[in-house]
């Protein structure tokens, strides 16, 4: 955590936080089943704190979530503080991925109880094929490491968990979990490409100020995936 109360630390947070306020704000997909919801851009982007901060990077994510309720004005009540903790748990496994599967038990543990969680429910039940998706990023720790992987682990991280709030909160029928099967395939791997994509980015411009300004004592930077402004790779 102390990356994250370092001046560079605090700097990357505070440039996270205004990134996450126009990405909050911004619609991306309708939400099916609920009216006047959606996702939105920050969950193109929002996992890759982990990647950069590590555990301070999870704490990021809830930060900065936290202060767009604030400085939107609206109330943060308890149900909006339980819909952060999707994109938390993706930003952990994010962070992680580069662990393998049985030194970092809590990327396995979390989408495997939510599959429980959801053949638990009787409207779960019926639609149990929904919940083999969060099959992904159990498979994904046992596969080499790949960026693309990598997100896809912690979109559907958040996937297992947003559902499962979502079906023991919101009345649903199992046809329309059936449903929703193609469109999660659509929806996911736009997050994933997103995320991917933004990772490449955001690592190849703080390679850059790193040459200038050393940070990465504070931030964690994977340089295989930084290119240089002319485009070679790193």
């Known amino acids: 955590m102390e990356k994250l109360f370092s001046i560079r630390g605090l700097a990357f947070l505070a440039f996270f936080a205004v990134l996450a306020f126009v990405g909050l704000n911004t619609s991306v997909f309708a939400l099916q089943g609920v009216t006047g919801k959606s996702f939105t851009l920050f969950e193109l982007f929002g996992p890759v704190a982990g990647g950069f901060l590590g555990m301070a990077g999870v704490a990021a994510v809830f930060v900065a979530k936290a202060a767009s309720f604030v ?3 609206a109330p943060f009540t308890f ?7 999707p994109m938390m748990f993706a930003a952990y496994y994010f962070w992680k991925n ?3 599967a049985f030194s970092d038990r809590l990327s396995l543990v979390v989408p495997a109880l939510a599959m429980l969680a959801f053949w638990l429910n009787p409207i779960g039940q019926q639609a149990w094929i929904y919940a083999l998706y969060w099959t992904i990023p159990i ?6 490491e790949r960026l693309l992987l990598r997100s896809y682990g912690a979109t559907f991280t958040a996937h297992a968990i ?4 979502f079906l023991y909160t919101v009345p649903t029928v199992p046809a329309l979990w059936i449903a929703l099967i193609p469109i999660v395939a659509l929806e996911r791997s736009v997050f994933a490409l997103g995320i ?3 990772y490449w980015v955001f690592t190849s411009v703080l390679n850059a ?3 200038v300004v050393e940070i990465s004592r504070d931030v964690n930077l994977e340089k ?3 290119f240089a402004l002319d485009g070679r790779k790193e």
């Open 224 to 226: 295989r995936y930084a």
């Open 71 to 73: 400085i939107g004005g």
């Open 79 to 85: 149900w909006d503080a339980a819909g952060l903790t």
């Open 209 to 211: 100020v790193d040459k």
């Open 196 to 198: 991917s994509a933004t």
């Open 98 to 100: 580069g662990a393998r």
């Open 162 to 165: 947003g559902s499962v709030l």
């Open 139 to 144: 498979i994904v720790k046992f596969l080499p």
